[in-house]
């Protein structure tokens, strides 16, 4: 017996979208019903001439709502099905960090498919942009059919598996301060032998006068990696840094590491028979080094 043809949804709004995700089951529940924003995700793996979808497709793509952008003088407010392209469009409003980070995704072509929303809410790993938005304390509201949330960005993606999505929740909008950041530097590693991206990582500063006031280190790939510690070691030091002291947040993330070992499989990218993780270990240290003796005497 034939499986029967798909079907594809436009919801045109909120209401309808929740009544028809009811109906017809959630993502988080089956795999039979999918949310649709850019594809990306969806083609993300797929090598067939044809591709699979899943039986049910909701399509996003018709509830105005998602793709508003506002600005205040304190943050930016940006809709899930907003293009990374459109982010990249906007230019100097948009914080360094990000900026970094969506342009060096893919090509101009997948940056003009892919979605903001779809680029944080991908399931089996963190994207590019989750390491930003944590960096800069960005806010996701969360909403479902009775009531919509707000939820810190580092609470919706640090761990490894899922991000923090309730069943059929969507998430609508992505808050992104606007405080200005003295530095910032990033880099995307690739595998050797895979196509498959070996995560990014992301250093951003900010200093008054000769004080370093603030530095966050993040690495995205399965998971998040962040050692607070080291960061609160470096505040309130003087610019540029002693030798010794950013040597020692260089030890700190050595030993943070190395206390990741049970836990790999969960946090770095890689295939089961390329997987390397004390490569990517290693030029995670490079990269902390290199840039803290950029601003060190």
Not at 37 to 43: H, Q, S, V
């Amino acid at each position: 017996m034939a499986a029967p043809p798909s079907q594809v949804f436009y919801p045109s709004g909120f209401q309808e979208l929740f009544s028809t995700w009811k109906d017809f089951g959630s993502q988080n529940e089956s795999g039979d019903t999918a949310l649709y924003a850019g594809g990306t995700g969806l083609l993300k793996h797929q090598t067939s001439r044809i591709p699979v979808f899943p039986r049910n497709i909701i399509s996003l793509e018709k509830i105005p709502e998602l793709y508003k952008i506002s600005r205040t003088e304190r943050y930016i407010e940006i809709g899930c099905m907003v293009k990374l392209s459109q982010i990249l469009n906007m230019g100097k409003i948009i914080p360094e960090g990000l900026t970094r980070c969506l342009e060096l995704i893919a090509d101009p072509q997948l940056r003009n498919q892919a979605t903001i929303g779809g680029n944080i809410c991908f399931p089996s790993r963190r994207l590019d942009a989750s390491a930003p938005m944590i960096a800069l304390d960005a806010q996701y509201e969360l909403r479902t059919a009775q009531a919509a949330r707000w939820i810190q960005a580092s609470r919706f993606s640090s761990l490894p598996g899922p991000p923090s999505l309730a069943a059929r929740e969507l998430l609508t909008r992505i808050r992104v301060p606007l405080e200005p950041w003295s530095f910032t530097r990033y880099s995307k590693f690739n595998i050797t032998g895979s196509s498959e991206i070996g995560g990014g990582i992301l250093f951003i500063m900010r200093n008054q006068k000769d004080i370093l006031t603030d530095i966050r280190v993040i690495y995205t790939g399965k998971a998040i990696l962040r050692e607070k510690n080291s960061e609160s070691m470096l505040a309130g030091k003087h610019l540029p840094l002693d030798k010794k002291d950013a040597l020692a947040f260089v030890d700190n993330w050595r030993a943070y590491l190395q206390g990741l070992e049970d836990d790999e499989k969960s946090i770095f990218p890689g295939e089961d028979s390329i997987f390397r993780p004390e490569l990517i270990k290693a030029r995670i240290l490079q990269f902390i080094e290199s840039t803290l003796m950029n601003i060190s005497d």
